[in-house]
């Protein structure tokens, strides 16, 4: 059997898993908002009376892990394919592929999100047997892209790229003109960077050629000395390892106050609430505070009382603008069992927004990290590919599995209606434009209420009672005016309003 190299395998087996998750769509969903990949005839290992770890635990680890890497290892990869007549959009930047230096930026843009998947071998998990999240902890992956995206924009130049993205070499996706009998209408892409396994039957260029070419067309980006061990330190939060800020062993531990527990499925709305715990519990990150949405709803006056100063606190320039950066994420449902159409629009215009970074979701049982679109196809991070574990302690640990080269894309009416969207703005002023920017990016809705809503005054204000979500240990689900909710007695936190 021919070895498979760590970019070569990183979506391979997709036609298979797809055709389990569509075999599934038509079937009743076990836990609405709750994601994750259950393989066929495992037994739950969830059951156990006392809720102590054993054996099971171990057999289930082992073979989650074994069936993801037979999933995503052993089968040919397939290419995206992307069209150069209709824009991309990636987190509010557009890029029209009808030229190779538009293919380069495109290129740039994609490689340099931090890319966080599956690990096995990490430190055992406090009080289970897990040495791996395979097969549920993906949506926990989702969210930590997410997190890491707002703090790429919070600590690096908004320009910023990986300067060592060419290392990532494999040619993963091919540009051509719609409606084209042959590919040769299209605009060639001869690799990813240096000539690494150019002889593959799929490249239109021989190794000599792509590597003139590479030289030529793909110029390294220039090298901030400032940026690049910001960038190393960022990911080192992300380590699975027990002190790692914001490493799957602390979301797994600040989950429990929640019900959860390694090896359950988490959902796109807990999880938002166990990152906004883990930014607020740790002091690596300064200036930044995180913000999580009750029941579509953003208060204005409790962002502000979150981000402004203290009563206590005097700016020595009144002008100036003392206001901690904010992450805001907004569970949302866009839909019954299905995404409701009227809403594929506004997703596309928040995704066009400079303050939106990312939204996590998915297919149904299948979180995924949304960053941009084309056409009627999402443009999407996995986090399902299971590598083996990165000791981020090393001073010179390797980043190349951290950054994904193979975009991928799915059309929107397979996304799941249960997601969170996050925004990021650094100070008052970009607080006060995103309000702008995203009432008018939801007014394209057809549907009476939009998906969200921004409003003055805090929840208490709107009969909401207890204090609000961002300062107590769970959600809480009342809508706003004029709403009226399908139950009064909903528990779970990854349950939405119906919009």
């Not at 054996?55 to 990869?77: F, H, I, R």
């Not at 029209?96 to 999100?113: C, G, K, P, Q, Y």
């Not at 924009?153 to 540009?175: C, G, I, K, S």
């Not at 994420?329 to 299905?338: H, I, N, Q, T, W």
Request: glycine share 8%; with cysteine; proline share 8%.
């Amino acid at each position: 059997m021919n070895p498979v190299s760590t970019n070569a395998a990183q979506y391979v087996g997709v036609v298979v898993l797809d055709e389990q998750v569509e075999s599934r769509r038509q079937q009743p969903l076990e836990r609405q908002g709750s994601f994750g990949l259950r393989p066929p005839q495992i037994p739950d290992a969830g059951r156990e009376a006392a809720g102590e770890p054993d054996e099971m635990d171990k057999l289930k680890a082992k073979l989650m892990s074994a069936w993801n890497s037979v999933k995503y290892g052993w089968t040919v990869k397939s290419k995206t394919s992307f069209n150069k007549i209709s824009p991309v959009t990636v987190l509010g930047n557009s890029y029209l592929l009808n030229s190779e230096d538009e293919v380069e930026r495109f290129r740039l843009a994609f490689v340099s999100r931090i890319w966080l998947t599956y690990r096995r071998e990490f430190p055992q998990l406090e009080g289970s047997t897990w040495t791996t999240d395979c097969g549920w902890g993906c949506m926990l992956r989702s969210g930590q892209m997410l997190l890491a995206q707002g703090l790429l924009v919070h600590l690096m130049p908004r320009d910023w790229a990986w300067p060592d993205a060419q290392q990532l070499t494999d040619v993963d996706f091919e540009v051509f003109r719609p409606r084209s009998p042959v590919r040769a209408g299209g605009v060639p892409i001869p690799s990813f960077g240096s000539p690494r396994g150019s002889n593959s039957p799929e490249k239109s260029m021989s190794s000599s050629q792509a590597t003139r070419c590479s030289q030529r067309k793909r110029p390294e980006p220039p090298r901030d000395p400032q940026s690049e061990p910001i960038h190393h330190k960022l990911l080192t939060w992300f380590g699975d390892q027990p002190p790692a800020p914001f490493g799957v062993h602390q979301l797994v531990e600040i989950g429990k106050g929640s019900g959860k527990k390694a090896g359950d499925w988490y959902g796109p709305s807990i999880v938002a609430h166990i990152l906004r715990k883990a930014v607020a519990k740790t002091s690596v990150v300064q200036n930044l505070a995180v913000y999580v949405a009750q029941d579509c709803t953003v208060y204005k006056e409790e962002v502000a009382r979150l981000c402004g100063p203290s009563a206590s606190q005097s700016p020595p320039d009144p002008s100036s603008q003392a206001w901690k950066s904010v992450i805001i994420l907004v569970p949302v449902r866009l839909g019954g069992e299905a995404l409701n159409p009227s809403y594929i629009q506004c997703v596309k215009n928040i995704l066009k927004l400079d303050s939106c970074i990312g939204i996590i979701g998915g297919k149904p049982k299948h979180s995924l990290y949304f960053i941009g679109f084309q056409d009627e196809q999402l443009l999407y991070l996995d986090p399902h590919y299971c590598q083996p574990v990165v000791d981020v302690t090393q001073a010179n640990f390797s980043l190349e599995s951290f950054h994904c080269s193979s975009p991928k894309k799915m059309p929107f009416n397979r996304m799941d209606p249960s997601c969170t969207i996050g925004f990021y703005a650094k100070n008052k002023k970009d607080f006060e434009s995103l309000c702008c920017e995203v009432g008018m990016a939801l007014s394209s809705s057809k549907e009476k209420y939009p998906i969200f809503t921004f409003v003055e005054g805090h929840s208490q204000d709107y009969g909401l009672e207890g204090p609000s979500s961002n300062h107590s240990g769970s959600a809480a689900h009342i809508l706003p005016p004029g709403k009226l909710s399908r139950s009064n007695n909903r528990r779970s936190s990854d349950e939405f309003v119906f919009l």
